[in-house]
């Protein structure tokens, strides 16, 4: 079978300051690291044994992972997997890049995120700039605040057009149609993002195919659904897995909603799931 893992760990901190994060310039202490560290190379060699799933892996680390020596070896390393059919990684890409060359590029992805409070428009254009020359496959996005539209519409004007930048509705702001329509026209796909959708009771593929993974091996059908349904190092997850309806009212993250199955959005994004990328770009 194909199955698809959302990573987190135990990774809690990040070398931004973002109004709108809660983990924003919080500190993780040395031994939180370890344990940290610890988690994902267990999670890397649980990947590498497991051979009997072709498997596609996002990093979705509370805090910024590639900072880190370990994420960056996880990339590097789950890329070179014949059975790893993607892995990819939220980012705000203020690492260094060099190393991205020693992966896979043909299985590794990126999914970028630009903070305009946290770095200059240049110096991220010149990450992306790097990224490119690289070969990487990366997508890029925003926060879609108010004070944000102008950095949106520089920055849609500076990437190259095979370049899809992505724009997260706020969370807890409403929209009138006016400014939706503003932020559309630099993500033609916003409107999937504008609206919480509609989900309980709604087919999902979260739980059969797709599975949330802790640091510690516990497997929840989702990030969104605390219930745990069973340990990815014990094999005991895989006696749950099966179709099953989304038990929530609502889903508004795109790591949550892109797997629902009404949406349509794995026809949008058809080799981009992960990644953010949609299709035929």
């Not at 790893?84 to 190393?99: D, E, F, G, L, P």
């Not at 879609?144 to 702001?173: F, I």
């Amino acid at each position: 079978m194909h199955l698809t893992m959302l990573y987190r760990g135990p990774l809690a901190s990040c070398d931004y300051a973002c109004v709108y994060c809660p983990f924003a310039k919080r500190r993780d202490s040395t031994q939180q690291l370890r344990a940290d560290r610890a988690a994902v190379r267990r999670f890397t060699g649980w990947v590498r044994d497991n051979t009997q799933d072709e498997v596609s892996v996002l990093f979705t680390p509370w805090g910024e992972g590639l900072v880190r020596s370990w994420y960056r070896e996880a990339m590097v390393t789950l890329s070179r997997m014949t059975h790893v059919r993607r892995v990819a990684i939220q980012t705000n890409m203020s690492c260094r890049s060099a190393w991205i060359a020693d992966c896979d590029l043909d299985t590794a992805a990126f999914w970028v995120t630009y903070h305009p409070t946290q770095v200059t428009q240049d110096r991220f254009l010149r990450k992306c700039e790097e990224l490119t020359r690289i070969g990487a496959r990366f997508s890029v996005g925003i926060v879609g605040l108010p004070e944000h539209l102008d950095d949106a519409r520089h920055l849609r004007k500076e990437l190259p057009d095979d370049v899809y930048l992505w724009v997260n509705a706020a969370e807890g702001h409403a929209y009138t149609d006016e400014q939706a329509a503003d932020w559309q026209d630099i993500d033609p796909l916003f409107h999937h993002s504008r609206h919480a959708h509609v989900s309980k009771g709604l087919p999902c593929r979260t739980g059969d195919t797709v599975i949330s993974v802790l640091g510690d091996g516990t497997v929840r059908r989702c990030h969104f659904v605390p219930q745990a349904i069973g340990n990815l190092y014990d094999g005991s997850f895989r006696a749950a897995l099966r179709p099953r309806p989304c038990p929530l009212s609502t889903c508004d993250c795109h790591i949550g909603y892109v797997h629902l199955e009404p949406t349509g959005l794995y026809d949008v994004f058809a080799g981009g799931v992960l990644e953010r990328i949609p299709a035929l770009r």
